[in-house]
């Protein structure tokens, strides 16, 4: 009677080896998925947020507002709109879902750093009252024309240069937004120059032919945008701009 036989033990493995899926660590993971998917560069009608500009150029009503009331009627008004703006703005950060709400019916509203702070739209409108009420009528309206319209340049020139600039492979192409909240972009010299051209317009528009002071308020428009951090250039570019406009004008007396 031979010796019995004895089977070895069956390798120990995970269900996912089972199946024939190799184990990964959480990192080593994570680089694969990160190797494997290919960065893909977006349609310029994507890259640019035509809609978010869009609806960033209707603050203009807040110009005309400001120009063609008197005071302290503008300054009132917009300070009633402005409590109503930041008041939603903090329901928002208080209530989660309010704030999942708010992202899903306005998706083009608020970025990625706006989710746990004020939003844009109420550091526009805080600056857009400060620029009404320590200014003149004049003054005033060409800072927030600046903001309105020169911010927007700025953000349009910018991204149609970086994807221009992608698309010949000077820089690489970066990954999708959100679909929800948007991530904020670098700033970029083509934007600056965007806003320093349309916001020189916007000080003609309002303060007549005179050249000089479209370039100084040109300057400080493009240079608050370029140097504010964030949404914060929603406050700095009106107040700004108008500080620059007056002072000029209270010199060149």
């Not at 694969?32 to 978010?52: F, G």
């Not at 400001?66 to 008041?87: R, S």
Request: with cysteine; net charge positive.
């Amino acid at each position: 009677m031979g010796m019995p036989t004895t089977r070895p033990d069956p390798p120990r493995t995970t269900p996912g080896a089972r199946r024939g899926r190799p184990r990964f660590r959480r990192h080593e993971k994570q680089a694969t998925v990160a190797q494997t998917v290919p960065r893909v560069q977006l349609p310029l009608r994507k890259e640019i947020e035509w809609d978010r500009k869009g609806i960033h150029l209707t603050s203009t009503l807040l110009a005309f507002w400001t120009y063609f009331l008197d005071e302290p009627l503008a300054t009132a008004g917009l300070a009633l709109a402005t409590i109503f703006v930041i008041a939603v703005d903090l329901a928002r950060l208080g209530s989660r879902r309010w704030a999942l709400w708010v992202y899903r019916k306005f998706p083009l509203v608020f970025r990625r750093d706006e989710r746990h702070a004020l939003s844009g739209a109420s550091v526009m409108m805080i600056g857009v009252t400060l620029a009404s009420a320590a200014f003149p009528a004049k003054p005033a309206t060409a800072g927030i024309l600046c903001l309105t319209w020169g911010d927007s340049a700025a953000a349009l020139v910018g991204q149609a240069w970086t994807h221009w600039a992608t698309k010949r492979k000077l820089r690489r192409a970066g990954q999708a937004r959100g679909h929800v909240v948007m991530k904020r972009g670098r700033k970029t010299l083509a934007g600056t120059l965007g806003c320093l051209v349309v916001s020189m317009m916007m000080v003609l528009l309002v303060m007549g032919p005179q050249p000089w002071l479209a370039l100084l308020g040109g300057l400080a428009a493009a240079l608050m945008e370029r140097w504010t951090h964030g949404r914060w250039d929603n406050l700095t570019m009106p107040v700004g701009t108008a500080a620059v406009i007056q002072l000029a004008l209270v010199w060149m007396r």
